[in-house]
């Protein structure tokens, strides 16, 4: 079985600050993993994925994320916030012969000037 | 490239009647997703078709079914329609059997009254 958690369900950063958002996962497979953001009323846009190539993932946006199997975690950092970035944002793990992805509660991101 | 398309953008329907949503995959994908994205209950997988066939589907009753078109676009079905089934519905597209990556449409939003 697959599951994702997400620490934190609403995180609030000021603009210009460090943006931490994590994601833990459990996976009986190696893991590929997936962050997603959603600006209000749209679909889900990715943002990065990471399918065992590297451990460190850039993403659009100026977002990465570090795959860390001992700590099972693939935390989503960006080093200054910006207004835009505000969004809900989703982590999601599938892995091989597992097709749908199974995504965290997800975590908004509110961004004060 | 056009992404995956979706229509209605909004459904309102009442209880007891059916709903019918379409997503269009991008081209050249043959796999298509449908996830229900409902307040308090986060993103949980309902359907995936790949070739025309229904691959996998998840935890929830017959009553939401679908098919995949020769084309690749897909139909959600919806009978019965109960309150609780008000959501957003989002459809995702993959291309290939080892591509884990799924791109989402902007998705559907249904009001059951």
């Known amino acids: 079985a697959q599951s994702v958690t997400q620490l934190g369900s609403h995180v609030s950063v000021s603009e210009g600050a460090l943006v931490l958002l994590r994601c833990n996962y459990s996976s009986s497979v190696p893991p590929y993993l997936f962050w997603y953001v959603q600006y209000p009323n749209q679909g889900l846009q990715l943002l990065l994925k990471?399918?065992?190539?590297?451990?460190l993932v850039k993403g659009i946006n100026g977002f990465e994320a570090e795959f860390k199997k001992s700590e099972t975690s693939f935390h989503l950092t960006k080093p200054s916030a910006h207004m835009s970035d505000a969004a809900e944002y989703f982590c999601a793990v599938t892995g091989t012969g597992r097709r749908a992805l199974t995504f965290g509660s997800g975590t908004r991101l509110q961004v004060q000037p | 490239e056009a992404g995956v398309t979706q229509s209605p953008t909004h459904l309102i329907k009442t209880r007891g009647q059916q709903a019918t949503l379409r997503c269009s995959p991008i081209s050249g994908h043959t796999s298509v997703y449908w996830y229900q994205q409902a307040l308090g209950l986060g993103l949980q997988f309902l359907l995936w078709?790949?070739?025309?066939?229904?691959?996998n589907r998840g935890n929830f009753p017959p009553r939401f079914s679908g098919r995949q078109f020769p084309n690749y676009s897909s139909e959600l079905n919806v009978n019965a329609l109960e309150l609780e089934d008000s959501a957003l519905y989002l459809c995702a597209s993959t291309s290939g059997v080892y591509q884990e990556t799924q791109y989402f449409g902007p998705g559907t939003r249904l009001l059951v009254l």
């Open positions: 078709y790949d070739e025309g066939e229904e691959r």
């Open positions: 990471y399918t065992s190539a590297a451990t």
